[in-house]
């Protein structure tokens, strides 16, 4: 596949399974307004992922006409269980680069697992993505939503009891549709 394919189908994925469902009730506005930026990246090592990852966020802090970056690497921790542990050099890299209360990381992989839940959980779907990807978001955008949005803390349940409802069967098929 090629970048726009991969970009497509994660543009699909994020209109039609997390903002359809409203798994994420911040996510709409800015994909109407064209804030949302999707990028690829050929990276295949840790190490180059991380300098992308890098240029993201400088990419992000020098041009507030973006408000949220969905780093899409397809060929850069396939393993989940390797994923997972990426994600502490994620962290490390934001506080290497001063960009602690600037950014924040969050993160979405096809076998995504959160810690003590089955493999098939429908919970787990609210972080499953068509491919590896991971979403810079303004630490002060969320710190505002989080003030501003009635039932912020309900958002988690509710997408539980939503996928739940919804069902494995069901959820694998919402979330293969744009590939």
């Excluded at 966020?57 to 507030?64: A, H, I, V």
């Excluded at 393993?79 to 994600?87: G, P, S, T």
């Amino acid at each position: 596949m090629n970048s726009n394919e991969y970009i497509d189908a994660v543009r699909y994925w994020l209109e039609s399974f997390v903002v359809e469902l409203n798994l994420c009730p911040f996510a709409k506005r800015e994909l109407v307004k064209d804030r949302v930026r999707f990028s690829t990246t050929s990276a295949e090592s840790l190490e180059s992922l991380l300098a992308d990852l890098l240029l993201e966020m400088q990419l992000l802090e020098s041009d507030p006409e973006i408000e949220t970056t969905l780093l899409i690497h397809p060929n850069a921790m396939q393993e989940f269980a390797d994923y997972n542990q990426f994600l502490d050099l994620v962290d490390a890299l934001i506080e290497q680069e001063g960009y602690t209360g600037v950014f924040q990381v969050a993160s979405f992989h096809p076998n995504y697992q959160f810690a003590e839940t089955a493999t098939d959980a429908a919970e787990n779907y609210s972080n499953r993505s068509p491919y590896p990807l991971l979403h810079i978001l303004r630490e002060a955008s969320v710190e505002r939503e989080i003030v501003n949005y009635p039932g912020v803390d309900e958002i988690g349940q509710r997408n539980i009891r939503l996928l739940r409802e919804l069902g494995v069967a069901r959820l694998k098929t919402l979330l293969r549709q744009g590939e």
